[in-house]
């Protein structure tokens, strides 16, 4: 595999990461919203991942090798699961029974999400690196 297929690689899984955090960030920053203007609480949100080829030079260049793939983000969908009823009569949201409908997102389980996309993020990060180095290196060789 060559350094600009390392790249290519790399950086679809970066942009797909980002997109992730941004995400993540967003029902962080969400969990206490009961009323948004389609009506009801937020609902959280989930990225979902497939595996992509690289570009159709890629494949030309890269017809001996098998199985290069990059990843992108193929959708964003809302969680369907209901939202979390809680007794808080004092909340402008409140229905006549004293419930306030909040949203189903778990921030613990957001923050370990997060940790999780920030070190494949690092991963990513690394790679890039790693490949500019040897590159850089081969080059000094070269002279």
Do not use: C, W
């Amino acid at each position: 595999m060559d350094i600009f297929a390392t790249f290519k690689i790399a950086s679809s899984a970066l942009k797909a990461q980002r997109t992730r955090l941004n995400t993540i960030s967003s029902n962080m920053a969400n969990a206490e919203t009961t009323s948004t203007p389609e009506g009801g609480p937020y609902k959280k949100k989930s990225v979902y991942f497939e595996s992509t080829p690289l570009p159709f030079n890629g494949h030309l260049q890269n017809s001996m090798e098998k199985g290069i793939k990059g990843v992108k983000v193929t959708k964003i969908l809302e969680d369907e699961k209901p939202p979390q009823r809680v007794y808080n009569p004092s909340h402008p949201d409140a229905g006549n029974d004293g419930y306030v409908e909040m949203p189903n997102v778990n921030v613990l389980k957001e923050m370990v999400d997060m940790m999780s996309a920030t070190r494949s993020y690092e991963a990513n990060t690394t790679t890039i690196q790693s490949a500019k180095r040897m590159a850089l290196k081969a080059l000094e060789i070269g002279r």
